[in-house]
T-cell receptor, first 110, second 113 residues
Framework: KQEVTQIPAALSVPEGENLVLNCSFT??????LQWFRQDPGKGLTSLLL?????REQTSGRLNASLDKSSGRSTLYIAASQPGDSATYLC?????????FGKGTRLHILP | EPEVTQTPSHQVTQMGQEVILRCVPI?????FYWYRQILGQKVEFLVS????????KSEIFDDQFSVERPDGSNFTLKIRSTKLEDSAMYFC???????????FGPGTRLLVL
């Protein structure tokens, strides 16, 4: 059974710092991995998708990497801003379903 | 930019009542999904739907739940007899194919009293 773990559960950093969020999964046979952002009480916004054959994807200040063989992904956020404060969810896709981690709650201090 | 929409945004119901949650997926997408998130917990997969039939479902998706695509645009989740523990945010999602990115709607917050 696929398990997705995200570390840390919560993170507070000063504005302007670069940061890394970690995700691990137990079954490497995945179609892809997606990173989402969730604001309190709101829906899920897709940030980046990495197909199983890819190693990384970039969008603006965000960079996500995937090491499928070791079951790990990282989300790198450069030059963090207060508007980046949210919960970031890692999710792996296999067999027509997504399995989510519990998320990392990020707080950027102004 | 196309997006998934859901109605209603909030629904309050009495235990034992039937509820229908509605979703309009992105128009050229072929795969449709329902997920739920109980307050403070992780997002959980309920069911996936392709070619007018369920392709995958979780243990949560028991006989009290059903899904339907009644026409070319809507995708619904029905809970026949709601329980207190059904209170959650329900998200609809869609994707072009089973292995492509899933796009989520804003959710329906269901409260069962």
């Amino acid at each position: 059974k696929q398990e997705v773990t995200q570390i840390p559960a919560a993170l507070s950093v000063p504005e302007g710092e670069n940061l890394v969020l970690n995700c691990s999964f137990t079954d490497s046979a995945i179609y892809n991995l997606q990173w989402f952002r969730q604001d309190p009480g709101k829906g899920l916004t897709s940030l980046l998708l990495i197909q199983s054959s890819q190693r990384e994807q970039t969008s603006g200040r965000l960079n996500a990497s995937l090491d499928k063989s070791s079951g790990r992904s990282t989300l790198y956020i450069a030059a963090s801003q207060p508007g980046d404060s949210a919960t970031y969810l890692c999710a792996v896709n296999k067999d027509d379903k997504i399995i989510f981690g519990k998320g990392t709650r990020l707080h950027i201090l102004p | 930019e196309p997006e998934v929409t859901q109605t209603p945004s909030h629904q309050v119901t009495q235990m034992g009542q039937e509820v229908i949650l509605r979703c309009v997926p992105i128009s050229n997408h072929l795969y449709f999904y329902w997920y739920r998130q109980i307050l403070g917990q992780k997002v959980e997969f309920l069911v996936s739907f392709y070619n007018n039939e369920i392709s995958e479902k979780s243990e949560i998706f028991d006989d009290q739940f059903s899904v339907e695509r009644p026409d070319g645009s809507n995708f619904t989740l029905k809970i026949r007899s709601t329980k207190l523990e059904d209170s959650a945010m329900y998200f609809c999602a869609s994707s072009e194919m089973g292995y492509t990115a899933q796009y989520f709607g804003p959710g329906t917050r269901l409260l069962v009293l």
